[in-house]
């Protein structure tokens, strides 16, 4: 379970988070929505830990800032980095070993494998494409198996097959009970996954339900989204 109490971001003088509180219960995929500035990355590595911030962020009761709730935390960056002389194979590994991870190497293969990167896994991170790289860090993220996962525009970038194979395994990570939080603007990219949607706009939550919530069942995450955000 994820939870954000008062959560407030100035950038020096300017407040860019105002004193934001959600939930997402586990088992559950939360859509991260607003308009561009709104606050998105802000509250996405607020969460990480990347920022400094007022108020207090929960991973399943343990504060984001602990060794405890960082070890129960996956990221997957907009902007993946990979170190340029570690290759494929290592990038994982240093992932596993950072998280104190053992007997990874079925599931390593199984992630690689999914992500076409199977014959890939000795290249140095320096001869990677953008979506190669893109792909590296989700199976970074995927192999530590986080009880929460952050996941900043994960469409972008990748193709078709890698979209598919990603969105199946979100579907069956949240199975199992993993909290998942995606920030997009690509809405049509999480309509068939979505539980529970959050809008930001100008800094302020603005909007938090569940699917269950909605009157009209069959609403679109984009009607949704233009109803709350429109002046
Ligand atoms: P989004 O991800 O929704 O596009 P951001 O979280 O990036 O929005 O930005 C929220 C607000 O904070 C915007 O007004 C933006 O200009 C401001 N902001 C973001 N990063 C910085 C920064 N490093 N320094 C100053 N202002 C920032």
């Not at 997402?24 to 995929?29: C, D």
């Not at 199946?168 to 999480?190: A, F, Q, W, Y």
Request: with cysteine; charged share 30%; net charge neutral.
């Amino acid at each position: 379970m994820l939870e954000v109490v008062n959560l407030t971001k100035h950038y020096n003088k300017v407040q860019a988070i105002k004193d934001i509180s959600f939930t997402v219960n586990s088992g559950e995929l939360a859509v991260l929505a607003g308009p561009n500035g709104a606050g998105k990355s802000t509250i996405i590595k607020s969460i990480a830990g990347l920022l400094r911030y007022e108020g207090n962020i929960m991973i399943c009761n343990k504060n984001n800032k602990s060794i405890e709730g960082k070890r129960l935390l996956g990221y997957i960056p907009e902007i993946p980095s990979m170190f340029p002389l570690l290759t494929v194979s290592e990038h994982i590994n240093l992932s596993a070993h950072a998280y104190s991870i053992k007997d990874y190497e079925k599931k390593k293969e199984e992630l690689l494998k999914t992500f076409d990167l199977w014959d890939k896994k000795d290249k140095f991170g320096s001869e990677l494409s953008k979506g190669m790289m893109q792909k590296v860090s989700i199976c970074c993220a995927l192999i530590t198996n986080p009880s929460v996962l952050l996941v900043d525009e994960p469409m972008v970038g990748l193709d078709p097959k890698a979209i598919k194979n990603l969105k199946e395994i979100l579907i069956e990570i949240r199975n199992k009970g993993t909290t998942i939080l995606v920030s997009t603007h690509l809405l049509d990219s999480v309509q068939e996954l979505w539980d529970r949607i959050l809008i930001i706009k100008k800094g302020q939550l603005i909007l938090t339900k569940s699917k269950e919530e909605f009157e009209i069942k069959d609403k679109s995450l984009e009607d949704i989204f233009f109803e709350f955000t429109e002046e």
